[in-house]
Nanobody, 129 residues
Framework: QVQLVESGGGLVQSGGSLRLSCAAS????????IAWFRQAPGKEREAVSC???????IYADSVKGRFTISRDNAENMVYLQMNSLKMEDTAVYYC???????????????????????WGQGTQVTVSS
């Protein structure tokens, strides 16, 4: 069964850092766009960042300059380095893959939940004051 498994979440103080990992199994991430989403309590799931097959990346304005997405195709892993964390970053973070697309993160559509056909179970990130 194809899987995405997130890890690395936890409790961190405001201003701190965390590195999330997303491990893919039973499919190769190389040809596909991989994204990170997050969902805070009482809010809709929102796109955070996307990594294209060519190594390109795109970010939500709320995390630009603080978060960095990266991928290791050989290890079948995607990462999200989160620095300068704020309380409003508290959420469950999910990785997702778009295995029906072109492998790119289209400017007009990378934020759409429906674009992604494979999802992990999520990892909790809690930022305290």
């Amino acid at each position: 069964q194809v899987q995405l498994v997130e890890s690395g979440g936890g409790l961190v103080q405001s201003g701190g850092s965390l590195r999330l990992s997303c491990a893919a199994s039973r499919f190769a991430i190389g040809p596909w766009a991989i994204a990170w989403f997050r969902q805070a309590p009482g809010k809709e799931r929102e796109a955070v960042s996307c990594s294209g097959r060519d190594g390109s990346s795109i970010y939500a304005d709320s995390v630009k300059g603080r978060f960095t997405i990266s991928r290791d195709n050989a290890e079948n892993m995607v990462y999200l380095q989160m620095n300068s964390l704020k309380m409003e970053d508290t959420a469950v973070y999910y990785c997702a893959s778009d295995t029906h697309g072109s492998g790119h993160c289209p400017l007009g559509g990378w934020r759409l939940n429906a674009r992604y056909d494979k999802w992990g179970q999520g990892t909790q990130v809690t930022v305290s004051s």
